[in-house]
């Protein structure tokens, strides 16, 4: 299947730096490869469910999005344990580590991803299945 893309031109360069570099043939194989990689990521959050520890790190345009950003933490604090922030001139990166119910951390993470001054979020499932104690 052919098909074609809206890329900047900036983010295009460094993709075929990038697959030069690891020797491969084309980039078509290196878009395909980089495909699968996101979807198999993608996919264990999917079929995650129950108890998890997860890491959710972003980076974002700070005076574009900040009041925004904060609403969103504001209404996910009950399984936001923690938050880590710094400055990338221009761009921040975030990190929050989370656990609580897989459902609901990815709700924070697809609310995270909806706003155009964030340009990635990452997700790291730490632990799945995790058990309470009466001792938390």
């Avoid at 295009?12 to 996101?38: I, K, P």
């Avoid at 108890?51 to 399984?79: G, K, M, P, T, W």
């Avoid at 459902?103 to 706003?115: K, M, N, V």
Wanted: with cysteine.
């Amino acid at each position: 299947m052919r098909t074609s893309f809206n890329i900047p031109d900036d983010l295009v360069d460094e993709f075929d730096r990038v697959w030069h570099e690891q020797g491969l043939e084309n980039r078509s194989r290196a878009v395909r490869e980089a495909m699968q990689e996101y979807i198999e990521s993608h996919s264990r959050l999917e079929a995650t469910s129950g108890e998890v520890v997860a890491l959710v790190a972003f980076d974002y345009r700070h005076h574009e999005v900040i009041a925004e950003l904060h609403s969103v933490q504001h209404a996910y604090q009950d399984v936001i344990l923690n938050t880590s922030h710094t400055h990338q001139g221009e761009w921040c990166l975030e990190s929050l580590f989370c656990r609580g119910a897989a459902a609901r951390i990815r709700e924070l993470t697809y609310q995270l991803r909806d706003f155009d001054g964030v340009r990635r979020v990452k997700v790291m499932v730490i632990r799945d299945s995790v058990e309470s104690t009466d001792e938390e």
